[in-house]
Nanobody, 116 residues
């Protein structure tokens, strides 16, 4: 059974930072593209970032230069470093197995709230 468990969310002030983690199990993690998506209240799911099995990454324009995705294939872990956070980044963040919008499964999510 594929399992994805996110962690690391919280409340921060604008300009702050957070590091999200995603523990993966039930599949050969190192063989798959992994993706972060987010959903703000009342909005559709939004693609944030994707990382290849060999750590080639891509980002949505809205987060490029502020967020950094990484992975540890030995530990079956996916990460998303969030810096220079903006109020508009407030959302539930999900990790997912798959490439950009072509997702197989996603986790339960971790809430990021940016507020002064």
């Amino acid at each position: 059974e594929v399992r994805l468990v996110e962690s690391g969310g919280g409340m921060v002030e604008p300009g702050g930072s957070l590091r999200l983690g995603c523990a993966a199990s039930g599949f050969t993690f190192g063989s798959f593209y992994m993706t972060w998506v987010r959903q703000a209240p009342g909005k559709e799911l939004e693609w944030v970032s994707t990382i290849s099995p060999v750590s080639t990454s891509s980002y949505a324009d809205s987060v490029k230069g502020r967020f950094t995705v990484s992975r540890d294939n030995d530990k079956n872990m996916l990460y998303l470093q969030l810096t220079r956070l903006e109020i508009e980044d407030t959302a539930m963040y999900f990790c997912a197995r798959g490439f950009r919008e072509q997702l197989f499964e996603r986790g339960q999510g971790t809430q990021v709230t940016v507020s002064s």
